[in-house]
């Protein structure tokens, strides 16, 4: 077996379209409750979403993700599969043995995925989340904050993710695609050790010592559990990054990371780094669920496998 291999890409882009459609719904959801304004609680803004702009506003901003996310995702499965798969044959002396996975190699590449995904990922995430919160309340333009709200009353200030793309780039400069970066780091890094690390470890616990490999049901159960691990605990820097993405729509009020948190602290107390946490671990699972059974499966039939390799 050789130490890179296409396959996990072609097999991460399917999974990643996949957790795209199951998860933007509440994804949107997310982002109204952690940088818009009037939302309450995750039933309520279910409600106020639905009531205001029926069922299509919980896939705004959609096309863009699906379209790039897939791209982000088979590269993510790639990174990591195929940096994990190196560090194993690198301590492995046989080389027709299987190469043992232990916690530090699965951990540096887990790492390694986190800083690749910020670098694809940030601009991404920055079109989804400016597309997503367009059209929330403009309560805080009467804050006396700078404001485009005023000028443009209720009118979006984006025609779609081409047109915010070009708008970013002309008020901000390509700068402008990476705001949150930072944040998106500190959320990432870690947040990816804790996916792919309870991924393997869960799916190995699960599956029974006849079988070599996980099975369909087990794959979905793990990775289930994982994503729900990983946004469960990603959530407060979640919450930053989301803001300072969102930041800029409207209103500009934030001047990095740190002023963001303590602007947030000082507002809203503690309990606002842990808005969406119920969204968040819920959706966590369904997306990861199906990013991982897409990943396997599709792994599985371009190999041509009976059983369901492991990333």
Same mark, same amino acid.
């Given at each position: 077996?050789g130490?890179?291999? @296409?396959?996990?890409?072609?097999?991460?882009?399917?999974?990643?379209?996949?957790?795209?459609?199951?998860?933007?719904p509440?994804?949107?959801? !997310?982002?109204r409750l952690?940088?818009?304004?009037g939302y309450g609680?995750? @039933? +309520?803004?279910?409600?106020m979403?639905?009531?205001? #702009?029926s069922v299509f506003?919980f896939?705004?901003?959609?096309?863009?993700?699906?379209a790039?996310?897939?791209?982000y995702n088979?590269?993510?499965?790639?990174?990591?599969?195929n940096?994990?798969?190196?560090?194993?044959?690198?301590?492995?002396?046989?080389?027709e043995?299987?190469?043992?996975? $232990?916690l530090?190699?699965?951990?540096?590449a +887990?790492?390694?995925?986190?800083?690749?995904?910020?670098?694809?990922?940030?601009?991404v995430?920055l079109?989804?989340?400016r597309?997503?919160?367009?059209?929330?309340?403009?309560?805080?333009?009467?804050?006396?904050?700078k404001s485009?709200?005023?000028?443009?009353?209720?009118?979006?200030?984006?025609?779609g993710p081409?047109?915010?793309?070009? $708008?970013?780039?002309?008020n #901000?400069?390509l700068?402008?695609?990476?705001r949150?970066?930072?944040?998106?780091? @500190?959320?990432?890094?870690?947040?990816?050790c804790?996916?792919?690390?309870?991924? &393997?470890?869960? +799916?190995e616990?699960?599956?029974? #010592?006849?079988?070599?490999?996980?099975?369909?049901?087990?794959?979905?159960?793990a990775?289930?559990?994982?994503?729900?691990?990983?946004w469960?605990t990603? $959530?407060?820097?979640?919450?930053?990054k989301?803001r300072?993405?969102?930041?800029?729509?409207?209103?500009?009020k934030?001047r990095g990371?740190?002023?963001?948190?303590?602007?947030s602290?000082? !507002?809203?107390?503690? !309990?606002?780094?842990f808005?969406?946490?119920?969204?968040?671990?819920?959706r966590?699972?369904?997306m +990861?669920?199906?990013?991982?059974?897409?990943?396997?499966?599709?792994?599985q039939?371009?190999?041509?496998?009976?059983? &369901?390799?492991?990333?």
């Amino acid at each position: 077996m050789g130490s890179f291999q @296409l396959e996990d890409f072609a097999a991460g882009w399917i999974g990643g379209a996949a957790s795209v459609v199951v998860g933007h719904p509440l994804d949107t959801v !997310k982002a109204r409750l952690q940088a818009g304004v009037g939302y309450g609680n995750t @039933l +309520s803004c279910i409600r106020m979403v639905y009531r205001r #702009e029926s069922v299509f506003g919980f896939f705004k901003g959609m096309s863009f993700p699906l379209a790039s996310i897939a791209v982000y995702n088979s590269v993510v499965f790639g990174v990591f599969s195929n940096t994990q798969r190196f560090l194993s044959q690198h301590h492995c002396r046989e080389p027709e043995a299987s190469p043992p996975r $232990t916690l530090s190699d699965l951990l540096l590449a +887990s790492m390694v995925a986190g800083v690749v995904s910020v670098g694809l990922g940030g601009p991404v995430d920055l079109i989804k989340i400016r597309l997503q919160m367009q059209t929330q309340p403009f309560r805080e333009a009467n804050l006396g904050l700078k404001s485009r709200a005023v000028a443009l009353g209720e009118q979006p200030a984006y025609q779609g993710p081409v047109h915010c793309i070009a $708008t970013i780039v002309r008020n #901000e400069g390509l700068a402008g695609l990476y705001r949150g970066a930072s944040a998106m780091l @500190l959320r990432d890094v870690p947040g990816y050790c804790l996916y792919f690390i309870p991924y &393997v470890f869960l +799916s190995e616990w699960i599956t029974p #010592e006849a079988c070599t490999s996980p099975s369909p049901c087990a794959v979905w159960l793990a990775g289930g559990m994982a994503g729900a691990i990983s946004w469960g605990t990603a $959530t407060p820097m979640d919450v930053v990054k989301s803001r300072l993405q969102a930041d800029g729509v409207y209103l500009n009020k934030y001047r990095g990371v740190l002023d963001c948190i303590c602007q947030s602290y000082q !507002k809203e107390g503690l !309990k606002v780094f842990f808005r969406g946490i119920t969204v968040n671990t819920v959706r966590g699972f369904p997306m +990861s669920a199906a990013m991982f059974l897409g990943y396997e499966l599709s792994l599985q039939a371009i190999r041509g496998d009976h059983a &369901v390799p492991s990333p």
